[in-house]
């Protein structure tokens, strides 16, 4: 038995996520299949998190075991050859068996994309989120920064069914900020791990800062211990990437 992971890439807009779902299209489940047609049995790919429906990814880091001795640049190549052109591996090394891209690592990084004029192409639609209203992008930049360091992000997080399991929902955020490249207001953060919805709903809570409906004080409230109050509004999921999972 050996252990293989990769980095996988791929276009969420037409996909139920990445965990399998049955009767779903998945990103998931279409690795698992393309997968276990090499293997010649059925697979688990095991990712370094769930991303939403509609969501994309840079790099996803995934990991599978199998018994299969393909070279890693062939297992590339075949795996690639009987995916969707929507799903794309990018890289496979030989990893301890131990190895799980979830509970290994360290820091990830997302990004989410606001596409500010007033027509958005065609071509860039399924990557952004369209929002050409007035949005005071200042505001929104500092109050991206008081997001970072450890806080608990109860109020940013979605209901999860591993909320019965108690788990704490503090995380350290390393990075939070705005920037403008052109017509897109990119929203880039780096955290220990993140919750079910955490990104979107923190870029909606600096959406609605920016309008002017929210004050500093107001996100910061947000990051009290037992504020009770209600995740959101969360940013639609176009907008969103996963971008780089790091590892020791």
């Known amino acids: 038995m050996r252990r293989l992971r990769f980095n996988v890439a791929y276009d969420g807009t037409d996909f139920n996520g ?24 059925a697979v688990h790919v095991a990712g370094s998190g769930r991303t939403d429906a509609g969501v994309h990814a840079f790099a996803q880091t995934a990991a599978v075991t199998l018994t299969n001795r393909i070279p890693p640049d062939n297992f590339r190549h075949a795996v690639n050859r009987l995916l969707p052109p929507t799903i794309r591996i990018s890289s496979v090394t030989e990893a301890d068996p131990d190895f799980h891209p979830r509970f290994h690592a360290k820091r990830k990084t997302y990004e989410y994309r606001l596409y500010r004029d007033e027509i ?7 990557f952004v989120y369209h929002y050409p209203y007035p949005l005071n992008e200042t505001r929104m930049a500092e109050a991206a920064r008081l997001l970072e360091g450890e806080h608990d992000f109860t109020a940013f997080a979605a209901s999860d069914e591993r909320d019965a399991a108690g788990e704490s929902k503090a995380r350290t955020i390393f990075l939070s900020n705005l920037c403008r490249k052109e017509q897109v207001l990119i929203y880039r953060v780096t955290g220990s791990g993140f919750l079910k919805h955490m990104v979107r709903n923190i870029v909606g809570v600096l959406i609605e800062t920016g309008k002017g409906n929210l004050s500093h004080e107001d996100v910061a409230a947000r990051l009290v211990p037992g504020n009770g109050i209600r995740p959101g ?16």
């Open 233 to 248: 509004p969360a940013a639609p999921a176009s907008g969103l990437f996963l971008v780089l999972v790091e590892y020791e």
């Open 120 to 126: 958005c192409p065609p071509f860039d639609r399924r």
């Open 18 to 41: 990445w965990q399998v779902q049955p009767g779903l299209p998945t990103i998931q489940g279409t690795l698992e299949d393309a997968i276990g047609r090499i293997e010649g049995q």
